[in-house]
């Protein structure tokens, strides 16, 4: 495995030391694949003003809201004196978090996508 590893790295080179054009045209394609993939991740955080691991944490705050509305939506579907509120006060939290309080930026605010 490691003789495989070494030969692409030792092939990747032509004997001058300079990238072949062959690997030449593979990396920029390798380049393009990964700012294709950044995009990917950042556009729709970039568009509601958020870093991607501010989007992570705001996405993860409500997937935890929704699934405890969740569980005590089916504690409550079973035992109906339990849990009365719950769900639709966590709905309202989340509507207020998410729609009322947002803070959108202005759209020149927003970064354009890097070109590649």
């Not at 719950?86 to 989340?94: A, H, Q």
Request: glycine share 4%; net charge positive.
């Amino acid at each position: 495995m490691a003789r495989f590893g070494s030969a692409r790295i030792r092939n990747f080179f032509s004997k001058s030391g300079e990238i072949s054009k062959k690997n030449g045209i593979f990396f920029q394609n390798w380049l393009a694949k990964l700012c294709r993939m950044n995009k990917l991740f950042t556009r729709h955080p970039q568009s509601v003003g958020e870093t991607y691991w501010q989007h992570f944490q705001s996405s993860t705050f409500f997937a935890r809201k929704l699934f405890f509305a969740f569980i005590a939506s089916l504690v409550h579907a079973l035992l109906p004196f339990l849990f009365q509120k719950t769900s639709s006060g966590i709905i309202v939290l989340l509507h207020d978090r998410m729609v009322t309080n947002r803070h959108r930026p202005s759209p020149d605010a927003v970064a354009k996508d890097p070109e590649c």
